[in-house]
């Protein structure tokens, strides 16, 4: 039997619309483009349209396909948006940023776990995104200054606080969506950046992978 990822891909993200989880039009598309079964592992190949995190490599994850949706939708990417990604592990959300962004503008996208950042690379580059998408080995904390500033950063593992590199590397005007370790569990949180100040706004309860300290 031959499976049909299409017609999967096409569900998930009509379920995805049903829950008001995708609602913009660049971000549906892009959901519906990016093939989630390149991303996986080979052996959970059947399992790329179920809504729900699959095992990388180490404890990395690729995230659920609604958080992937919900984190995109939230720092709302346009045509020509330059993007910074923080923990790129399969590449899945890179490529539908890419995607979301029209493939014009950039995603930058950088991973501190080396096997981590050669597959998401290899992914990258076998799917056709290499010209839009580029990853980076390093701590992801630190941003990427030289690329900097960035319109978006999506920051897909939990951190302690707002990394404050990442607060100088945003544009005015630009958004910021990050996982938040709290008292209890872990909050997703979007910030904006004005003249005035931070606004900041509370999205969902959460579960990512913890952001790493820099190694020594
Ligand atoms: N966005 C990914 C899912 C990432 S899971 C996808 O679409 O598949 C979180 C990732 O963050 C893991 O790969 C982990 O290794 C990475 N990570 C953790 N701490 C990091 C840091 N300080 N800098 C960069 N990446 C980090």
Redesign the pocket.
Known sequence: MQLDFEKARRRLVEGLISEGILRSENVIEAMLKVPREE?VLPEYRLSAYVDSPLP?L??????APHM?AMLCEAVRPREGMRIL??????????AVCAEAIKRRGKVFT????WP?AVF?AQNIERLGYADVVEVYY????LGIPEKAPFDAI?V??AAERVPAALQDQLALGGRLVIPLEERLGQTLYLYIKSEKGWARERLAYVA???????RA
Do not use: C, M, N, P
């Not at 180490?58 to 995230?63: N, Q, R, Y």
């Not at 990604?85 to 890179?94: H, L, R």
């Open positions: 991303f990388l180490g404890d990395a994850t690729i995230s992937v990604e923080v923990g790129t592990g399969s590449g899945y959300q890179a950088i991973e501190v776990e981590l998401a390093g701590d992801g904390a999506l897909t593992a990512f992978v913890k952001l790493k300290e820099r």
